[in-house]
């Protein structure tokens, strides 16, 4: 399993952003994907979450209406889309297996930074 993030950078607050995650190693449509989180000092931090077919998404409650998690079974990615970034959203950004409520931390990618500041 192998699971690369791209996308982060250095944002200003109220930019956007948008995150790919391109898995490999497993088939891709047979598993809900989720994002993460870990702001410098702090916890890891869930995001949001899509299944299998993409039909079901939940967030994070700080991030609904302005992140928007995506994926394409063709392409073997999940996305996350980020507008109206605050500073609060500064944090190295991760895509595991799983679902909402049980990941497989061991998928976890290198990740992407993503930094919200003027």
């Known amino acids: 399993v192998q699971l690369v993030e791209s996308g982060g950078g250095l944002v200003q607050p109220g930019g956007s952003l948008r995150l790919s995650c391109v898995a490999s190693?497993?088939?891709?449509?047979?598993?809900?994907m989720t994002w993460l989180r870990q702001a410098p000092g702090k916890g890891q931090e869930w995001v949001s979450s899509?299944?299998?077919?993409?039909?079901?998404?939940w967030y994070k409650d700080s991030v609904k209406g302005r992140f928007t998690i995506s994926r394409d079974n063709d392409r073997n990615t999940v996305y996350l889309q980020m507008n109206s970034l605050k500073p609060e959203d500064t944090a190295l950004y991760y895509c595991?297996?799983?679902?909402?409520?049980?990941?497989?931390?061991?998928?976890r990618g290198q990740g992407t930074q993503v930094t919200v500041s003027s």
């Open positions: 595991v297996r799983g679902t909402h409520v049980t990941w497989d931390p061991e998928t």
């Open positions: 190693g497993f088939t891709f449509s047979n598993y809900h």
């Open positions: 899509i299944s299998n077919a993409g039909k079901q998404t």
